[in-house]
């Protein structure tokens, strides 16, 4: 965390020549909303003086109760590098809601993960992310619609030719490192057209933040290419879908808490209460790292897809993994959200359960160190390993039954997520889609 000032961010705009600020917020689906305002303004703006109208942004507010305040995080300060300096640049700052009294708006999902931190807090702890979001380029038509014609036929970690993503990938990564991204690495994904970018872990509020952020630059760079960037998670049957693995570790008085240098893999009880806590509430929290019908399109097997529900040191098939690092690299790595997820409400809801983890000493099973995805039937249920929801709607059930979970997102969101959840789910559901065209058109 930077710290800055109201004193620093006036200063910042003033030298950097800043016309416009886009003032930023996320809607309970993680979708980027924001009011723009002029230099003129920003001293207002930075003391929360800033109204805008809730009622016109879906799960927000009534009607009747519509007046939202903005107020900034001064730390997330910066400037848009891709956009033209003449005539003055533009910049933004991430903002919670709030509202007309001065009460945090239970709506908003940034205060709803800064809620799930306090309670990690007062327990002492301080939750880091290192999220590994993966995404398509794909071609766009003569009237600059997006299809789902890759811009190549590349696979893992190839070079070009055969990555004609790496010009974009390249000036996406030199975009974010301009806005104070610290960058770790970028690379073709096994899929054709798909592609990862990896930052440095951070603070979780941070990582949210650099996560919505990140989502936003990717396709603002991708659009400058003539090419339309999807972090729809299966886009394409028949091809690997698109993750958002999720890293995280406590730390406590500045020491990593998942570590112990007395445990034979280097764990500590409280990394493995987190790992109970997890795989206790996986299901429900699938409703929320997994949050659309396409999601599960991906967690089949095969593909790669984390489905069971198990944990494991060594491979790959299981639900929650543990990297090879030790001492303060110590993390789990959590493998079935997808990038369609609100950053905001993933984290807090994965904290969730990990505290519930910790405060009620939950074991986790042991360790599965054998390939799940070539297990048969019988042998899981031996191991008593389980599968993840297999649809939105049937994550939506678990999550409606799963208390901890809900006291995560809180009353509002609660609400507001599944009546937009169920109505989605019941489109799709009464839709008649190509594939039921094309098997049963002429059969019957």
Known sequence: MNNLTKEDVLKKAKELNVKF????????????????????????????????DGSSVDGFTRINESD??????????????????EGGSVARLICDVYKPDGTSFGGDPRQVLKKVLDEAKEMGYEMYVGP??????????????????????????DLAPMDAGQDPRRDIVLALE???????????????????????????????????????????????HDLHATFMPKPIFGENGSGMHVHQSLFKDGENAFYDEDDKLGLSQVAKYYIGGLLKHAKAIAAITNPTVNSYKRLVPGYEAPVYLAWSSSNRSSLIRIPAARGLGTRLEMRNPDPSCNPYLAFAVMLKAGLDGIKNQIEPPAEVLDNIYTMN???????????????????????????????????HVLEHFLDAKIIEWDIYRTQVHQWELDQYLRVY
């Open 21 to 52: 600020i886009r003032l930023q917020f996320t809607d309970i689906l993680g979708i980027i909303k924001n009011v723009a305002i002029t230099v003129n303004q920003l001293e207002d703006a930075l003391d929360g003086k800033i109204m805008f």
């Open 68 to 85: 939202m305040y903005l107020k900034p995080d001064y730390d997330t300060f910066t400037v848009f590098p891709w956009r033209p300096k």
């Open 132 to 157: 590994e979001p993966e995404f398509f380029l794909f071609e766009k038509d003569e009237n600059g619609e997006a299809t789902t014609i890759t811009n190549d036929q590349g696979g893992y970690f």
């Open 178 to 224: 301009n806005m104070g991204f610290e960058m770790e690495a970028s690379h073709h994904e096994v899929a054709p057209g798909q592609h990862e970018i990896d930052f440095k872990y951070d603070h979780a509020l941070r990582t949210a933040d650099n996560v919505a952020t990140f989502k936003f630059v990717v396709k603002a760079i991708a659009d400058s």
């Open 377 to 411: 039937a019988d042998r899981k249920e031996d191991l008593g390993i389980e599968s993840l929801p297999s649809s939105l709607k049937e994550a939506l059930d678990y999550l409606v039954n799963d208390e901890v979970i809900q006291s995560a997102l809180g009353e």
